[in-house]
């Protein structure tokens, strides 16, 4: 069974800095998608940023980055230039690739950030 | 496009009694994925459903049903409820089956949840 692990169950950045939060995983499997979400105050789920295993470049969205070590099984986030509404839980969530694509998300325990002022 | 929605936002009930919550994905959407999220057992599958069918369900009792419409509108239903069913369901849909990337049909976006309570 595929399982994640976010082993920073809390970290804390000053505004406008960078932080990197962990996640690793298990799996047997070849090929995966990778997803970090945010959840904040309001609970709603929100996605930040997703991976394709097979592809080696590290994805990007505006301030948020991955760096991505398959071998390592490795998959963290880095937050540049954080801001207030950066504030939230973040979940590292893992997905096997299957031919119906009926497979379900394996998330971790969360890592809650704190923005300091 | 609008997100998910789920109705109730919020609910109360009592031992004993059964629930039934709803979810519309974003249009076009055809696979619904259900997620219950507790302090204690952190985000949990449910159950998915495409083209009105469950096609993988996780470790829950029987209590935990779903169903899904043909507009691919989803119900999940709980009966019986017990202390431990207090927590947030989250619902997620996909576009699977639809033209495009496989990474975009294959991400789930989530709804604002329901939190239930049992007294």
């Known amino acids: 069974a595929q399982t994640v692990t976010q082993s920073q169950p809390e970290m804390s950045v000053q505004e406008a800095e960078t932080v990197t939060l962990s996640c690793t995983y298990d799996?047997?499997?070849?090929?995966?998608?990778l997803f970090w979400y945010k959840q904040p105050p309001s609970r709603q789920m929100i996605l930040v940023i997703r991976q394709e295993a097979y592809k080696q470049q590290n994805a990007t969205e505006n301030r948020f980055s991955v760096n991505f070590q398959k071998a390592a099984k490795s998959f963290s986030l880095k937050i540049s230039d954080s801001q207030l509404g950066d504030a939230a839980m973040y979940f590292c969530?893992?997905?096997?690739?299957?031919?119906?694509?009926?497979?379900?998300?394996?998330f971790g325990t969360g890592t809650r950030l704190t923005i300091i002022p | 496009k609008a997100g998910v929605t789920q109705t109730p936002r919020y609910l109360i009930k009592t031992r004993g009694q059964q629930v039934t919550l709803s979810c519309s994905p974003i249009s076009g959407h055809r696979s619904v994925s259900w997620y219950q999220q507790t302090p204690g057992q952190g985000l949990q599958f449910l159950f998915e459903?495409?083209?009105?069918?469950?096609?993988n369900k996780g470790n829950f009792p029987g209590r935990f049903s779903g169903r899904q419409f043909s507009n691919s509108r989803s119900e999940m239903n709980v009966s019986t409820l017990e202390l431990g069913d207090s927590a947030l369901y989250l619902c997620?849909?996909?576009?699977?089956?639809?033209?495009?990337?496989?990474?975009?049909?294959?991400?789930?976006?989530f709804g604002p949840g329901t939190r239930l309570l049992v007294l």
């Open positions: 459903y495409f083209s009105e069918t469950q096609r």
């Open positions: 997620a849909s996909s576009s699977l089956g639809l033209a495009g990337e496989l990474l975009d049909q294959e991400t789930q976006y």
């Open positions: 969530a893992y997905r096997r690739i299957t031919n119906f694509g009926n497979e379900k998300l394996t």
């Open positions: 799996t047997s499997e070849s090929d995966y998608y």
